[in-house]
């Protein structure tokens, strides 16, 4: 399944990224393209790497197996893990464009602190926050499923990692200081990557303080 794992992770880059960068730039002006952001070092930063490093791992793992380099773990290997896997990587591919579809002009790679870019909560953004990321998520355990070796299972933990680290520490609070209680409220009632799942705390609201009472007035019974 080597091949197939190629081929639609080839189908998953040149949508996904190539595709979909060409189109909002024909839309808007802009690539949509931050980059890594963060200083060297940071977890903003480190989120980053970890991303590039996914996708290069997405690579090598096929082509590890079709040189022989590495042996699938044969725990996942099997007709039946490949079906789920290219039924799992399909669909991935499909839901990753729809909610980029989604985001319209507000879709971009990394964050840019001085953008303000219009808040998206409806349609599949209405039932989880970050439907993008899931996707990924989705089409990277397929593609594993499809080569289970130890670089893919790599890759994927890879994966999952940068995601974490964009959402946590880059997204959220981007999006907590540029639209403030909006965020908040739609985040305190949508789950961050699967329903219902992860939403945000939103801090009970304290109660106005009384005011000090006034202090009595001084007395003297000097005439």
Known sequence: MA??????????????????????????????????SGRVGSAEWLGGILFILALNLGVAAPIF??????????????WLGHILGAT???????????????????WRIGVDPNEQTTLVTSGLFGFVRNPVFSAM?????GLTLLVPNVVALIGLATLVTAIELQTRVVEEPYLLRTHGD?????AASV???VPRIGQLRVPEPRPAREPDPAPAAAHSDRP
């Open 137 to 141: 998520v989705l089409t990277g355990a």
């Open 182 to 186: 909006t965020y908040a409220r739609y």
């Open 88 to 106: 799992l990587a399909i669909d991935g591919i499909i839901l990753t464009l729809f909610s980029q579809g989604a985001m319209g002009a507000s």
């Open 65 to 78: 197996d079709l040189v022989g380099d590495l042996q699938p773990i044969s725990a996942l290997d099997g």
């Open 3 to 36: 091949w197939l794992a190629l081929i639609l992770y080839a189908i998953y880059l040149a949508t996904a990224f190539l595709l979909r960068t060409e189109l909002h730039h024909r839309r808007t002006g802009s690539t949509g393209f931050h980059g890594i």
């Open 191 to 193: 789950g961050r990557f």
